[in-house]
């Protein structure tokens, strides 16, 4: 009787077996995604989202990483640094061995709470406060967004032959648009350069004129703009323009994104700006035709970034050798990867010890032509 | 005395769109008691109109903006029908259909946000992006436009509320709702009417100042807040308050921006101490209600 039952149950279980192995093979990478989809941040995590899911499929495709396709697990904070750790800790129960944060840079410090407890690697491809890396010292962390301080850097290096002396800067209220007004204000006066006045546009505002008529006042060499908030960038230009003023306009990469062509059309010409993204580099080239024939969308800056951040965790994941948390953050910590943003030939990279990987050479400076965002007219702080 | 005087300018135009979202809320709160926190969404839906028919479509300005009015009645007449009239008819609370409301304020901003994206959306100006200068005072056309466009609507509501038997009617309801009730005023037929116009006010405000800020889905919050700041100032009992509100609230605003010397920023919190120092000392606002006369 046990021998026939063996002889019934072995092409069974043989079965079984054959149907559980591909099963197994089939395991995803599961990497966690912390995004906005309703708040102050959607404007960029939007775009940052689409480049990160063309990523994975774009993986996928190919394989996958390790022979394993990679699943994306997407949160939505809301913009909201008080839940902010609570979706990066359910992403951390679910599985995922990595977490991307594309919503606001404070919503991001917030998540270095689980992620430093839970021992999960987390990158911000995108976010650009110098302080993400320094106030935790989260060996889990890493960030390649284009910081404020090199965003300063380069613009003044591109501006040195104006010999500036006295300079205004505006910015608005957002978190982030106060941080980068404060590591620009910094960075004009390491150069010893003298902000004469400082102003800034709240949110919501209907009017840039009071602010423009004290920075008219001053009479400085030049305005640096530090502010994220589109339209109140937008009132910025308009009383600039309305006022008649003449000094230079320098801004942050938020003039990058190409919404100003259509929002703030008749503003524009002559304004430098600083970029992340060359649109002559040939990964820029390539990244864009491959997007334009897989989604039939013409992609920009935002979703370099979130493109980026997928394939430079691939990469680490590769040279980890294994979907391991403690192994994907040795190898992080030794990664060179060109990605598709920065100027040519640049890396991300964390050299000694460092978690912040765009390189200080890494940006442009590009100048508006007309309504058309131009070419790029300097590189790096040299 | 130049930045003075166009500063004035400025802060009038200001003052008359947050006048605009004040009368929103007054006209709702004086005959019902409900706080529409919605209206700000209401301003958006109107400056989207705005980029939709004169923008997209470009359509003639004038023909265009009729027809945002026009759907901002609709908007307001079906908001009071969906979120208000069924909690009414049930006898619930007053706090529900604020509640409510406050559901629909989501709604709104949400719809906007899957349909049109989260970026910003240029709406035209009527008459171009110039400067005009008259005698000593000088600003955008659009400045102008805004306080000419403002001073049409509150004389006609102040014409409505002062010389039509409608308007006394919406005043009844104010003073007394179920005396009104039994004198035979149709209060569901005020209460629509009161949201349709409300809706066409918040409306107007953000058409008018979607052609500075652009139309984007986050912009209703902070009209709300600007407006309900301008009512408490001016007081929810006469019309005119909600101008004077709005125009005490944007001047205070950017006179303090341009000559109080405070750092940077600080001159955010101004309209937010106003508006507590009016809660604390003068909750009625500058302009109290008129006494029902016997």
């Not at chain 1, 941040?41 to 499929?57: D, Q, R």
């Not at chain 1, 410090?109 to 999960?120: F, I, L, P, S, Y």
């Not at chain 1, 060499?221 to 323009?241: C, H, Q, S």
């Not at chain 2, 009730?181 to 629509?192: E, F, K, Q, S």
Request: aromatic share 8%; glycine share 10%; proline share 6%.
């Amino acid at each position: 009787m046990n021998a026939r039952i063996r002889r019934l149950c072995a092409p069974l279980l043989g079965t079984f077996l054959l149907l559980a192995g591909p099963a197994t093979a089939q395991d995803t990478i599961k990497i966690g995604v912390v995004t906005d989809k309703v708040g102050p941040a959607k404007p960029y995590s939007e775009p940052a989202l689409e480049g990160i899911v063309f990523a994975a499929n774009e993986l996928n495709r190919k394989g996958g990483v390790l022979g394993r396709k990679v699943e994306l697990l997407v949160e939505d904070d809301q913009g909201r640094p008080d839940i902010s750790a609570a979706m990066a800790r359910k992403l951390v129960d679910a599985g995922a061995v990595f977490i991307l944060s594309i919503s606001l840079t404070p919503a991001t410090q917030q998540q270095q709470n689980v992620t430093m407890e839970a021992k999960t690697p987390q990158m911000t491809p995108m976010n650009s406060g110098d302080t993400l890396t320094t106030q935790l010292p989260n060996p889990y962390f890493w960030q390649t967004g284009p910081l404020g301080s090199i965003q300063i850097a380069t613009l003044l290096s591109h501006a040195r032959a104006k010999n500036l002396k006295r300079v205004a800067l505006i910015s608005d209220n957002s978190d982030l648009g106060q941080l980068l007004a404060r590591f620009f204000r910094a960075g004009l006066e390491k150069s010893g350069i003298q902000v004469a006045v400082e102003e800034v546009v709240p949110r919501g505002t209907t009017t840039a004129e009071p602010q423009m008529q004290k920075i008219r006042a001053a009479n400085p060499d030049a305005l640096f703009m530090a502010g994220v908030l589109t339209p109140e960038n937008v009132l910025i230009l308009k009383a600039y323009r309305q006022a008649g003023l003449k000094f230079p306009i320098h801004s942050s990469y938020n003039l990058s994104v190409p919404q100003y062509m259509t929002v703030a059309k008749g503003l524009l010409d002559g304004i430098t700006f600083v970029d992340a993204y060359d649109p002559e580099k040939p990964e820029v080239k390539q990244f864009v035709a491959d997007y334009v024939r897989a989604t039939g969308k013409q992609p920009y800056n935002i979703h370099g970034y979130g493109y980026d951040g997928v394939m430079l965790v691939a990469d680490a994941i590769r040279r980890a050798g294994a979907p391991d948390r403690e192994k994907i953050r040795a190898a992080m910590q030794t990664t060179k990867y060109a990605g598709v943003m920065g100027a040519k030939g640049m890396a991300y990279a964390f050299p000694e010890g460092k978690r912040t990987g765009f390189d200080p050479n890494g940006m442009v400076v590009r100048v508006y032509e007309g309504d058309r965002q131009g070419r790029v007219v300097h590189t790096g702080q040299q | 005395m130049q930045d003075f005087l166009e500063l004035a300018v400025s802060a009038t135009a200001s003052g008359c769109i947050y006048g605009l979202i004040a009368l929103a809320y007054l006209l709702m709160i004086r005959p019902t008691g409900i706080i529409n926190f919605a209206v700000g969404e209401w301003a958006m839906v109107g400056a989207f109109g705005g980029f939709l028919l004169l923008s997209k479509a470009e359509w003639p300005y004038p023909v265009g903006m009729a027809a945002v009015l026009g759907f901002m009645l609709l908007v307001g007449w079906a908001t009071e029908r969906v979120a208000v009239r069924p909690l009414v008819e049930r006898g619930a609370p007053l706090l529900a259909p604020i509640l409510a409301l406050l559901g629909m304020l989501v709604v709104f901003r949400e719809s906007i946000s899957l349909a049109f994206g989260p970026d910003p959306h240029q709406v035209p100006y009527p008459f171009g992006f110039g400067r005009l200068e008259l005698g000593p005072l000088a600003g955008p056309y659009q400045s102008f436009f805004i306080i000419g466009a403002t001073l049409v609507v509150f004389a006609a509501a102040w014409l409505f509320f002062e010389r039509t038997l409608w308007g006394k009617c919406f005043e009844a309801v104010a003073i007394h709702r179920r005396a009104a009730a039994l004198v035979g005023i149709d209060l569901g037929r005020v209460t629509a009417l009161s949201f349709a116009a409300g809706g066409a006010a918040a409306g107007l405000g953000g058409l008018l100042v979607s052609a500075n800020v652009s139309a984007h889905y986050l912009m209703g919050v902070p009209l709300a807040i600007q407006g309900f700041t301008a009512l408490v100032i001016g007081g929810v009992g006469r019309v005119e308050g909600a101008l004077l509100g709005g125009l005490l609230l944007a001047f205070a605003e950017q006179f303090t921006v341009r000559y109080a010397p405070l750092p940077a920023g600080y001159a955010q919190g101004v309209p937010l101490i106003m508006l507590m120092l009016f809660l604390l000392l003068r909750p009625t606002g500058l302009l109290a209600a008129r006494e029902a006369r016997a």
